[in-house]
């Protein structure tokens, strides 16, 4: 089991790789930590975006999991 200070810190490092991404630092990108597993909530321009900032959670060392709770605009 990860600890809740893990989440914390995964959390804070996927926050701060999105802000560093200029595509991604302009988006309102919810990023939520439990056991490991990370949550992405909010809305991207772009299906390119979408799967930018899994990447980036997913890269993230400690994150076991990914749940990609994000829309995109304008999609369909």
Known sequence: M???KDDTAI???VK???MADPA???KTI???T???TVTLTGT???QDMRQKAHQIAAGTP???NVVDNLTVKNAG
């Open 30 to 32: 919810k990023v939520e």
């Open 11 to 13: 959390t804070t490092k």
């Open 62 to 64: 400690g994150v076991s």
């Open 44 to 46: 991207v321009d772009s």
């Open 34 to 36: 439990k056991d490991g």
């Open 2 to 4: 990860v600890a809740a």
């Open 16 to 18: 701060a790789e999105i």
């Open 24 to 26: 991604l630092k302009t």
